[in-house]
């Protein structure tokens, strides 16, 4: 539960970021949802790449091979106004100059012509001199590109340019031709303070104007077109349609009547092109940057230079629209786009359009965001964050980890739902809350699990080995009540003489140095592998073969007893150094099937082994006395480790609880043959 928590308030924090972030409110938050929809919309180009373009578009690039072509005439107006010249013998049905066309500078020129007029000497012809007849070409491409606009239905584009609201009414030809859109506008479509069309001459030859206003997003990528925006017309507001709508319109056949703005979106004969709050639709697409070009044989794009070089033919430019824009390498009409900052994802102008006219006449389902997508976000960032904070908290570190994969699955339902549906749902957050939700959780979980796996540790290794408390962390339930039978074996080792030291000495210095005794022979044995099972006084209780199995625990146990007495005459001879009294040991090892469990009541209990094998050990230590011997074993205990020690029969003895005589001996020092001595050995009661 306390692993919740955190995971828990993440996902809230996440929840609210979303909230904020799908109102623009918080633009870190919203670079995220934008940045999965990138990811989303390359990736439908992939899974399901968009059919050639129509073959009723037609794109001519204003490339670095055409702007060589500007050296043998006066201006690059005069490349434009010869293409179009060479479209008109060809008979397109529409041109786009994707162009600012602005010639509001050539009234500059005018009054300069006029100034060098004044200096020449009367009667001399303008074409002796050269800048003369270079201004004189200038100020005539006004007029010849009017001329060429007259000769084959062109449409221009306005711009928006940044200022205070226009409170004016618009110019009536500019009005005229961008063909404002009828119906109900968007709740809350996009405004212009005004919108600035090419110069009269050529506003008053175009077929039409439509606006190239666009609104990238707070990280600089373009992705939706401002189908309908309003601009001020006096006391009242029109809504004007894109350059790619205006085209789209005009191109689709459908009459005028037919177009309007409906709830929703914008109506273009029977089909109804959803549209945002904000009067915008997302662009369509069909790839990166340079791949609107038509199928084989039939390209869908030349450079202009190819056009006034005559080399398109005539029968792929009749009856087409043509949409001729800058796309020279170092143009500054580049957009950047969903399909990254790279290379791909700058595109020129013309092609977006071309691109976003393709999109809306062709048959693929239109994307669009639906008016319910952020709350669907933030709702569904919640409940995946609490669902993922609750498995986290509630299942193991690696099982918790492989949920994780569901967090992908999340994130691809976006890239599904634009894909086939094209809806653009949010998914950036959900995965985000997620995967963080279940690593939150997971982390937490480790961490406070890990902090007391090391407090047991520290606090079990005082009383038992180290292998015993893992194996108790590794499985909890090894602390049930109950035991298990198995053969093991069973040291007690009892200090002779230490009532008569503690007689003679303090209680603080007899409880010194009963545990470092203890501590001592505690180390001892479980360094041979043995568990201790309990103190009784100043003696030592410990077993071999539990909790882990030992194959060789009787050898083990006679291994510990011999280092044990060995300690102990080391300390013993500091005893004497420092004048204290010497002690002694008596041990008794046996070995045979016996209980070992938890043992006890159900609030308290012990790990320890009961059975006949471990009360015949306990008598063997007190026997030790008697045979004046430091360590006594049993035979099973002496049959196990046989070919690992030396062995001394000392008889046969009867021990309390036992009718019948137990044969016994003593450990020597080094493996060797069991002898035998023939003793009559006292009886115990």
Not at 58 to 80: I, K, M, P
Not at 156 to 178: F, I, N, Q, R, Y
Not at 571 to 594: C, F, T
């Amino acid at each position: 539960m306390r692993a919740l928590w955190p995971a828990a308030a993440l996902t809230g924090v996440l929840g609210l970021l979303h909230g904020i972030g799908a109102r623009e409110l918080f633009t870190p938050a919203t670079h995220l949802e934008n940045a999965a929809y990138d990811v989303h919309y390359r990736w439908r180009a992939s899974l399901s790449p968009a059919p050639p373009p129509d073959e009723r578009l037609l794109l001519l690039g204003y490339d670095d091979a055409t702007r060589e072509l500007e050296s043998g005439r006066a201006t690059g107006y005069h490349v434009v106004a010869e293409a179009l010249e060479k479209l008109a013998a060809a008979k397109p049905r529409m041109v786009l100059l994707d162009f600012r066309l602005d010639t509001s500078h050539f009234a500059a020129l005018g009054a300069r012509l006029e100034r060098l007029r004044l200096e020449l000497p009367p009667g001399t012809p303008l074409e002796q001199t050269e800048e003369l007849r270079q201004l004189a070409s200038e100020l005539s491409i006004d007029e010849r590109m009017a001329a060429a606009m007259r000769l084959v239905p062109t449409v221009l584009v306005s711009s928006c340019p940044p200022g205070v609201l226009e409170t004016a009414p618009m110019d009536p030809v500019l009005l005229l031709k961008s063909r404002p859109l009828e119906g109900v506008p968007p709740p809350r479509v996009r405004r212009a303070g005004r919108v600035q069309g090419p110069s009269s001459p050529l506003a008053a030859a175009a077929f039409a104007i439509g606006h190239s206003c666009e609104f990238q997003d707070g990280d600089g990528v373009l992705r939706t077109d401002a189908a309908a925006l309003g601009v001020p017309n006096g006391a009242e507001w029109v809504y004007l349609p894109s350059v790619a709508m205006l085209l789209a319109m005009e191109t689709s056949g459908a009459p005028a009547e037919a177009v309007r703005m409906e709830t929703g979106g914008v109506r273009i004969g029977n089909r109804l092109l959803p549209i945002g709050a904000d009067g915008e639709v997302l662009l369509g697409l069909s790839g990166p940057s340079g791949s609107f070009r038509g199928k084989q044989g039939k390209p869908s794009r030349y450079p202009v230079a190819a056009l006034i070089r005559g080399e398109i033919p005539a029968s792929r430019i009749e009856g087409k629209v043509v949409l001729i824009g800058d796309t020279q390498s170092g143009t500054r009409d580049v957009k950047l786009t969903p399909f990254g900052y790279g290379i791909k994802g700058r595109m020129p102008g013309v092609e977006k359009i071309a691109m976003q006219v393709d999109y809306l006449l062709g048959e693929r389902a239109w994307l669009h965001r639906p008016s319910w997508a952020a709350e669907w976000g933030f709702l569904l960032t919640i409940v995946l964050g609490c669902v993922a904070a609750w498995a986290g908290s509630k299942l193991g570190f690696y099982p918790a980890l492989a949920l994780l994969a569901l967090g992908p699955v999340v994130f691809l339902a976006g890239t599904a739902s634009l894909t086939w549906g094209g809806v653009w749902i949010d998914t950036g957050f959900p995965a985000l809350a997620w995967t963080s939700g279940i690593l939150a959780a997971a982390i937490v979980r480790y961490a406070q699990n890990a902090r007391e796996r090391s407090f047991l540790e520290s606090a079990f290794e005082r009383y038992l080995p180290r292998e015993m408390v893992k194996a108790i962390l590794r499985d909890p339930s090894a602390l049930k009540l109950m035991g298990d039978e198995r053969e093991m074996t069973v040291l007690f080792a009892d200090l002779r003489g230490f009532t008569t030291f503690s007689e003679g000495n303090s209680p603080a210095t007899v409880v010194a140095h009963l545990n470092e005794h203890l501590t001592a022979m505690s180390d001892v044995i479980q360094k041979h592998g043995g568990t201790v099972d309990k103190f009784i006084g100043d003696a030592v209780m410990a077993f071999w073969g539990a909790p882990i199995p030992d194959a060789d625990h009787a050898q083990h146990a006679c291994a510990a007893a011999q280092e044990m007495l060995a300690i102990l005459d080391r300390k013993n001879e500091e005893r004497i150094v420092r004048g204290l009294a010497q002690v002694d040991m008596g041990i008794g090892i046996n070995s045979g099937p016996m209980i070992v469990g938890n043992m006890g009541s159900s609030k308290r209990f012990n790990y320890t082994v009961i059975g006949d094998a471990v009360n015949l050990a306990s008598r063997l230590e007190s026997l030790t006395k008697d045979f004046n011997q430091r360590i006594l074993v049993g035979p099973r205990t002496r049959e196990l480790a046989a070919k690992a020690f030396g062995f001394l029969s000392l008889g046969d003895v009867t021990v309390k609880g036992k009718q019948e005589r137990v044969p016994i001996f003593s450990l020597s020092e080094k493996a060797a043959p069991v002898s035998t001595v023939k003793r009559s050995p006292p009886s115990r009661p």
